[in-house]
């Protein structure tokens, strides 16, 4: 009878030391909290996609950071905004593509808090 042989792994093990974490302001905001921020920021916005200045629904939009994290942004409200989905993945697709922030998302600017009353969702 012949000897067995082994299966090669397919799988490659990672070298985890070269991920760093991340900790404290720079993790992405998740859970309960993210909630309750997007709300906020989706109020402060009018409803409107911050690039196009489409009417989008509170579940129909993108909570994101206006700079990404990973380009030194922070979680602060001011760098966050309301994008409708398809900006938002426009957004991304040239940020991977170019390795830096957003040319065309820093040509438009974060609505400013508002204070024209009650807005109800």
């Known amino acids: ?9 397919r799988l490659k093990a990672i070298d ?31 409803g ?3 690039m196009c200045r489409r ?3 509170l579940y129909d939009s993108e909570l994101d950071h206006r700079v990404a994290l990973q380009f ?5 409200e001011s760098n966050l905004w309301t994008l409708c989905i398809d900006c938002h993945s426009k957004k991304s697709a040239r940020e991977a593509s170019t ?3 957003d040319a ?13 009353g009650p807005v109800i969702i």
């Open 1 to 9: 009878m012949s000897k067995l042989k082994t299966l090669q792994p």
């Open 16 to 46: 985890t030391r070269r991920i760093k974490p991340v900790y404290g302001e720079h993790r992405r905001v998740s859970g309960s909290a993210r909630v309750g921020l997007k709300r906020r920021i989706y109020v402060r916005d009018s």
């Open 48 to 50: 409107h996609c911050c």
């Open 55 to 57: 009417v989008v629904d």
């Open 72 to 76: 030194g942004g922070d979680n602060e």
């Open 99 to 101: 390795g830096q922030p």
């Open 104 to 116: 065309e998302a820093l040509k438009h600017s974060v609505p400013k808090e508002s204070n024209d």
